[in-house]
């Protein structure tokens, strides 16, 4: 091809992505896919809250029982932690999903209900799955802070003849509180992104939402990078939150 045409035919092809681009970005904003956009993270940020709650009860129970190697209950929870943690994610989702979607189609149509889609259940197994996938890491952060603390504050406090309870509130509880948070923090940050594995049972978070307008308008690079700015967001977001808990963390330690 001659120099001139093809100048010219790479000219005319960086002025029709840029009219794609900027129609692409114009679509986003026209058709309302912006508000969908942002109910989706509204979910996201929803699912990754209570899954992370969840996880986290789970964590200090189970911490506690390897802490304290609470026989046979270690043995469970053992079992529990390297099962979660040495099976994708996805997969425990399509299991926990595709185990039981058949008998609760059944039983919520008999509750009157269209279908799984509007009864919620995604919205729970999407809980149960995260939740239990954080669960699995919270245990090992919890079990690793209670580990970090020194025997020797813990005889002191008996030496003193202070109750059970009174030394996990005083001694325990505030020391694995500080030295966890940074865990903890990393947990939160998987957990989110683990969100946008749940849109494969239908749940409509970021990750469906930006699926769903990435084909009806045939700009995935525009949704997707959307995606991956909301995402970016809440990480930092969250990352600058737990950066003032452990700050304040810190102050209360040396006071």
Not at 96 to 108: A, D, G, I, P, Q
Not at 110 to 135: H, N
Request: glycine share 10%; proline share 3%; charged share 15%.
């Amino acid at each position: 091809m001659r120099p001139d045409l093809r100048a010219h035919a790479l000219h005319w092809h960086d002025k029709t992505r840029a009219t794609q681009m900027e129609f692409g970005l114009w679509q986003v904003w026209e058709a309302g896919w912006v508000t969908a956009i942002l109910r989706g993270a509204s979910i996201t940020i929803l699912v990754g809250l209570v899954s992370m709650a969840a996880g986290l009860v789970i964590g200090i129970v189970c911490g506690l029982i390897k802490w304290a190697r609470i026989f046979p209950l270690s043995l469970l929870v053992d079992a529990y932690t390297s099962l979660v943690r040495g099976v994708p994610e996805l997969l425990i989702i399509y299991l926990l999903f595709f185990s039981s979607v058949e008998f609760v189609t059944k039983v919520v149509t008999a509750f009157g209900y269209a279908g799984v889609a509007e009864s919620g259940y995604a919205f729970v197994i999407a809980v149960i799955a995260i939740g239990a996938i954080s669960g699995a890491y919270s245990t090992e952060v919890v079990r690793g802070a209670l580990g970090a603390i020194p025997n020797g504050h813990i005889e002191a406090a008996r030496a003193l003849g202070l109750s059970g309870g009174r030394i996990f509130r005083r001694i325990i509880a505030p020391q694995m509180l500080r030295i966890a948070v940074p865990g903890i923090n990393n947990v939160w940050q998987t957990t989110i992104k683990d969100t946008a594995l749940v849109s494969v049972v239908g749940l409509q978070e970021l990750m469906r939402i930006s699926f769903i307008g990435a084909n009806s308008t045939r700009h995935p690079f525009i949704f997707y990078l959307i995606a991956a700015v909301v995402y970016l967001a809440i990480t930092l977001v969250s990352q600058a939150g737990f950066d003032a808990i452990e700050r304040l963390l810190r102050v209360r330690t040396r006071k």
